[in-house]
T-cell receptor
Framework: AQSVTQLDSQVPVFEEAPVELRCNYS??????LFWYVQYPNQGLQLLLK??????LVKGINGFEAEFNKSQTSFHLRKPSVHISDTAEYFC???????????FGTGTKLQVIP | GAGVSQTPSNKVTEKGKYVELRCDPI?????LYWYRQSLGQGPEFLIY????????DSGLPNDRFFAVRPEGSVSTLKIQRTERGDSAVYLC??????????????FGDGTRLSIL
């Protein structure tokens, strides 16, 4: 069975500083990987996804993530954060051939002015 | 509207009652998903529809939970004999293709269900 671990429940970072949100997954088969963002009282929005090909994936709002198969990781990065990036971020995995998407417990990013 | 619409936005009911939660997907989207998000947790997959049929219902926690999509558009999640542990935000998402395509899942704002 697939699983996702987001080690950091909260990450405070100063405005314009870089940030990395960590995600590790576990699966016995090939996977698809996703990062979603959830702003307060709103639904989830897809930031980026890895399906195949280049391991460096670029998403919306200046975010990017790198798929590392040997370390089973899919960390999310942004070189310079803004106040508007304050939200909760969810990493998710889906095993190829199945529709079930498993989400991590989320990381709350707090950008400090 | 252009997005996924979920009604009601909030539902409060007593333990043991029956509830129905509605999801209106984006027009033309064939894939529809239900998730449950408990406080402090990530969304938990419940069921996936492709058209009218439930292609994967492996996430439904027990037989008190049931979902339908009779005409391949609107879906209703039904919960019988509600329990306090059913309290959560129920999210619906739709997509024009399967999850591994280049088309993303579009999420609604959810229904916050509270069982007293």
């Amino acid at each position: 069975a697939q699983s996702v671990t987001q080690l950091d429940s909260q990450v405070p970072v100063f405005e314009e500083a870089p940030v990395e949100l960590r995600c590790n997954y576990s699966s016995s088969v090939s996977v698809y990987l996703f990062w979603y963002v959830q702003y307060p009282n709103q639904g989830l929005q897809l930031l980026l996804k890895y399906l195949s090909g280049s391991t460096l994936v670029k998403g919306i709002n200046g975010f990017e993530a790198e798929f590392n198969k040997s370390q089973t990781s899919f960390h999310l990065r942004k070189p310079s954060v803004h106040i508007s990036d304050t939200a909760e971020y969810f990493c998710a995995v889906s095993e190829r051939g199945y529709q079930k998407v498993t989400f991590g417990t989320g990381t709350k990013l707090q950008v400090i002015p | 509207g252009a997005g996924v619409s979920q009604t009601p936005s909030n539902k409060v009911t007593e333990k043991g009652k029956y509830v129905e939660l509605r999801c209106d997907p984006i027009s033309g989207h064939t894939a529809l998903y239900w998730y449950r998000q408990s406080l402090g947790q990530g969304p938990e997959f419940l069921i996936y529809f492709q058209g009218t049929g439930a292609a994967d219902d492996s996430g439904l926690p027990n037989d008190r939970f049931f979902a339908v999509r009779p005409e391949g558009s609107v879906s209703t999640l039904k919960i019988q004999r509600t329990e306090r542990g059913d309290s959560a935000v129920y999210l619906c998402a739709s997509s024009s293709q399967r999850v591994w395509s280049n088309q993303p899942q579009h999420f609604g704002d959810g229904t916050r269900l509270s069982i007293l």
